[in-house]
T-cell receptor, first 113, second 109 residues
């Protein structure tokens, strides 16, 4: 299996622009997680899905952030409008079931100027 | 709300030493605990997953233990090597999914 695939790997954008990050989980995995990592706050869970349904989005920082999972093989995290404080590495991860082993993608490094 | 801490924050050891990394959590009602390593600029790589019913798991030179009642897990690395240099994080899976801040390990040749 190719593992969790994220795109883009790097994104540089200007404040106010819309950013869309994409994730393809491991085939057969039912749970998908979006994390944000910064030096100051470490790894923070933003939202997770189980069987394509959002279960807990309490970590989504503001209404500017939204996430969707239209099918079992694809998810997006959108920031609109983006701000410099959104600069971070965004990770997607998946597991076969909520009690299973978590596998991470390589991350999307976002820089908002 | 679950809180996870890791001690020490950073550790530097000479090659060949055995070492222990610690992970503590406040809510013992967990399903499992997972240890990861993260190399600079990379994603997280799973090392060991311990279910709440287990006391320890082993993989090669790594051994992880879990004591739910005391809210502690340890990751033991035997005969450390320079290639073990990375940040090690624990993730506690209970009512929510919480990562510790990590321990940055440097193994000197």
């Amino acid at each position: 299996d190719a593992g969790v695939i994220q795109s883009p790997r790097h994104e540089v954008t200007e404040m106010g622009q819309e950013v869309t990050l994409r994730c393809k989980p491991i085939s057969g995995h039912n749970s998908l997680f979006w994390y944000r990592q910064t030096m100051m706050r470490g790894l923070e869970l933003l939202i997770y899905f189980n069987n394509n349904v959002p279960i807990d989005d309490s970590g989504m920082p503001e209404d500017r952030f939204s996430a969707k999972m239209p099918n079992a093989s694809f998810s997006t995290l959108k920031i609109q409008p983006s701000e410099p404080r959104d600069s971070a590495v965004y990770f997607c991860a998946s597991k076969s079931q909520l009690g299973g082993e978590l596998f991470f993608g390589e991350g999307s490094r976002l820089t908002v100027l | 709300k679950q809180e996870v801490t890791q001690i020490p924050a950073a550790l530097s050891v000479p090659e060949g030493e055995n070492l222990v990394l610690n992970c503590s959590f406040t809510d013992s009602a967990i399903y499992n605990l997972q240890w990861f390593r993260q190399d600079p600029g990379k994603g997280l790589t799973s090392l060991l997953l311990i279910q709440s019913s287990q006391r320890e798991q082993t993989s090669g030179r790594l051994n992880a233990s879990l004591d739910k009642s005391s809210g502690r897990s340890t990751l033991y690395i035997a005969a450390s090597q320079p290639g073990d240099s990375a940040t090690y994080l624990c993730e506690v899976n209970g009512q929510n999914f919480v990562f510790g801040p990590g321990t940055r390990l440097s193994v000197l040749p």
